[in-house]
């Protein structure tokens, strides 16, 4: 063997060595601290050093609003250890908004990306960069080549990605061909209610399912944020708090119609 490609083959080995050891040393969980939730995942919490997708329906395919302030809220703790990048591709994020939801703001980066393939690029490039302990992508479709690019950044530096399939300019839904993702939430706005005695609306309110979960066991769940819009984020807490689980909730009775007259 040439020494050329013997230093090449070497060069290789080292590489993927410390790949392999990035992605082991920082992998962990975050509990979001209900039994009732945790369980649903083997380690008992949201499976770190991984990218977790989320989908939408009706006009949340457009604007990604619902499924934006969920996840930015699952991943406040995680963004509280190092920066947070927000790729995007259309320039409609409002931070003051995730600051009231308590979402640490002072961490968030934005990039506005030109189109999918550059939001795909920079999301693979964020998530391999020391310092960066949250990547949030909105893309229309990731494809198994594009997951397992995704993956393997997430294992270079530890960091969890959040992907928000989300399309910006309307058009017609492109269905990904096999995905690497940890897990895939579906989630959609829910009625707020208001603490017994108060009067207005109560704290923001989403319906979840979790439609895939490696190693884990799918669920259905009302999740709200606990300290919305009160200026209280703490930092020991999750912002999220399960309702009420709903994939055993039983179908209100039926009331007969009674016709007028």
């Given at each position: 063997m040439s020494g050329f490609r013997e230093a090449g083959l070497l060069a290789l080995k080292a590489k993927i060595a410390a790949l392999e050891a990035g992605g082991r040393g920082v992998s962990g969980v975050l509990p979001f601290g209900d039994a009732?939730?945790?369980?649903?995942?083997?380690?008992?919490?949201?499976?770190?050093?991984?990218?977790?997708?989320?989908?939408?329906?009706?006009?949340?395919?457009?604007?990604?609003a619902a499924p934006a302030a969920f996840a930015a809220l699952m991943a406040a703790p995680l963004a509280r250890r190092g920066e947070a990048v927000w790729i995007l591709r259309r320039d409609d994020l409002f931070a003051p908004g995730l600051a009231g939801l308590g979402f640490p703001a002072e961490k968030l980066i934005e990039v506005c990306a030109r189109d999918e393939a550059e939001a795909l690029a920079v999301a693979e490039?964020?998530?391999?960069?020391?310092?960066?302990?949250?990547?949030?992508?909105?893309?229309?479709?990731?494809?198994?080549?594009?997951?397992?690019?995704?993956?393997?950044?997430?294992?270079?530096?530890?960091?969890?990605?959040?992907?928000?399939?989300?399309?910006p300019y309307g058009g017609v839904d492109r269905q990904s061909t096999g995905t690497a993702a940890a897990t895939r939430w579906r989630v959609s706005s829910a009625p707020s209610q208001p603490e017994p005695g108060m009067l207005g609306l109560g704290a923001p309110r989403w319906e979840v399912h979790l439609?895939?979960?490696?190693?884990?066991?799918?669920?259905?769940?009302?999740?709200?944020?606990?300290?919305?819009?009160?200026?209280?984020?703490?930092?020991?807490?999750?912002?999220?708090?399960?309702?009420?689980?709903?994939?055993?909730r039983q179908l209100a009775p039926t009331t007969p119609l009674r016709l007028a007259g």
């Open positions: 009732r939730l945790d369980e649903a995942f083997i380690k008992g919490g949201l499976p770190l050093g991984q990218w977790h997708e989320f989908v939408s329906g009706g006009m949340e395919a457009e604007t990604c490039d964020a998530l391999a960069t020391e310092g960066v302990s949250a990547v949030f992508a909105e893309v229309e479709a990731v494809d198994l080549t594009a997951g397992r690019r995704l993956q393997l950044a997430c294992e270079t530096r530890g960091a969890t990605g959040f992907i928000l399939r989300r399309r439609e895939r979960c490696r190693a884990g066991r799918p669920g259905a769940w009302l999740m709200e944020a606990v300290d919305a819009y009160t200026c209280e984020a703490k930092h020991g807490t999750h912002p999220l708090r399960l309702v009420a689980p709903l994939g055993d």
